[in-house]
């Protein structure tokens, strides 16, 4: 049976094959390159154990045309559409990296059809998912998502199939269909910890090994500045003030933006020598690590994180300490020298709900500098 023009067609391939049954539709007119001829643009919309289930699928794409490009998009494909869009409305570069970190334990699914997805493959990923490890002693290995990342791949499922819903390319979001199992959720709460402060005998081993050990002195700037491990590589040059020892910086909330923070007594030299080195090694930021092995020498909450692990381990400090662990010990040194409270909310940029603090007290610098100066 001859089938309208327009229609499509049904042909059967040749060979032994599971589905021979190939249906295409014709898509407009294409100019052919070598005979500058127009020639139908025939494309497949799939392959078909038997002719009547070819013929019913382009029954069906006549009766509600699709996007057949869309229709085959691969879920590494929309990884690509959705990140271009979402990335740009992040406020941080610490939030796409956690996107980054998470779609790189989904590379068994990468390639599969974004309409074919599932809650099970979804599932899978969370559970069985894993990356190499490809630096230190271990590298080779497979890393298997822990807890928190599990948590994370579910989110950012979530959004992404929420993107693929708002622009037609699925019908339904399977990433919601399912919550994070019980098994997970403990865990995620097992994994959990509360920050420690660095105590007083490791307080002196940062200090006995200033100029021996590679960035302790960055953790004893942290520890007397309180600033998030984020806000320590984005702090420029230009914010920092050597004539009235001040550093402006700050991210994360609109209390904690753009916020001034006296540089401690006991901290100024290594405040300076850091200044000193970015301006000989042409950076506009005021911490560095010229010997960085990847990425430039520009310091990102990883490489934070890396090289805090590694004056840890170094100085055989607590293991449990992680890099926000000098802003709690600031906060807490700043609380028990008797720093004022509304003081140290602004310095470590916390909201205050005080209409009178918040509004009508206006501190300078000088005043900020009198209460910090009492910690030791």
Not at 9 to 18: E, F, I, M, P
Not at 34 to 59: S, W
């Amino acid at each position: 049976m001859k089938l309208p023009n327009g229609y499509g067609s049904v042909t059967k391939l040749s060979g032994n094959r599971r589905k021979p049954y190939l249906a295409r539709v014709t898509l407009g007119w294409v100019i052919n390159e070598e005979t500058g001829k127009a020639v139908q643009n025939r494309v497949p919309i799939g392959t078909f154990k038997t002719k009547k289930d070819a013929l019913q699928a382009l029954a069906e794409y006549g009766a509600n045309p699709y996007d057949i490009q869309n229709d085959n998009m691969t879920l590494a494909e929309l990884y690509e559409r959705w990140t271009a869009a979402y990335f740009p409305t992040l406020e941080s570069d610490s939030s796409s990296r956690t996107i980054i970190a998470a779609w790189r334990y989904c590379h068994a699914i990468q390639g599969m059809r974004v309409k074919d997805l599932r809650a099970r493959h979804i599932k899978g990923i969370m559970e069985d998912g894993y990356v190499i490890q490809n630096r230190g002693k271990d590298a080779g290995a497979k890393v298997p998502a822990s807890p928190g990342t599990k948590s994370r791949i579910k989110s950012m499922f979530n959004l992404m199939l929420d993107y693929a819903m708002e622009y037609d390319l699925v019908s339904k979001n399977y990433a919601r269909t399912f919550e994070l199992s019980n098994d997970i959720i403990k865990e995620k709460e097992d994994a959990k910890r509360g920050h420690i402060n660095f105590n007083d005998s490791e307080m002196e081993a940062l200090w006995n090994t200033v100029g021996n050990i590679k960035f302790a002195d960055w953790l004893l700037i942290q520890c007397y500045m309180g600033w998030r491990p984020q806000e320590m590589g984005l702090l420029e040059l230009k914010d920092v003030d050597l004539e009235k020892w001040c550093i402006t910086g700050g991210m994360k909330t609109e209390a904690g933006k753009h916020r001034t923070v006296p540089i401690h007594t006991r901290i100024r030299d290594l405040v300076k020598r850091n200044y000193d080195e970015a301006v000989s090694l042409g950076s506009d930021r005021l911490f560095n690590d010229p010997e960085a092995a990847k990425g430039g020498m520009r310091i990102t909450y990883d490489k934070y994180a890396g090289r805090f692990n590694k004056v840890v381990a170094a100085l055989h400090l607590r293991s449990e300490h992680r890099p926000h662990d000098p802003r709690t010990t600031f906060i807490t040194m700043a609380k028990k020298a008797g720093v004022d409270e509304y003081v140290v909310k602004r310095l470590a940029g916390h909201k205050i709900t005080d209409v009178t603090e918040a509004v009508y007290t206006i501190r300078d610098i000088e005043w900020l500098r009198a209460e910090i100066e009492k910690m030791p």
